[in-house]
């Protein structure tokens, strides 16, 4: 678990230019590492150069309906 957790956080550190937040791009580097489908956060756009895609919550209940 330690190893993932710094090979993203190095992922990071070099794809900074893709993401504004840093917790973001773990974020995303996590999700796309465990294979989720979506990231669901309220602030989609911070997620626009995501590997994974972000969505609303709203649109994800949307979905599961």
Do not use: W
């Amino acid at each position: 678990l330690h190893k993932a957790i710094r090979r993203q956080r190095q992922m990071c550190i070099r794809d900074r230019d893709s993401f504004a937040d840093f917790e973001d791009c773990l974020q995303d580097k996590c999700a796309k590492d465990v294979g989720a489908d979506y990231i669901i956060t309220c602030n989609v756009r911070d997620f626009e150069n995501s590997e994974v895609p972000a969505i609303t919550p709203d649109d994800f209940i949307k979905m599961c309906r």
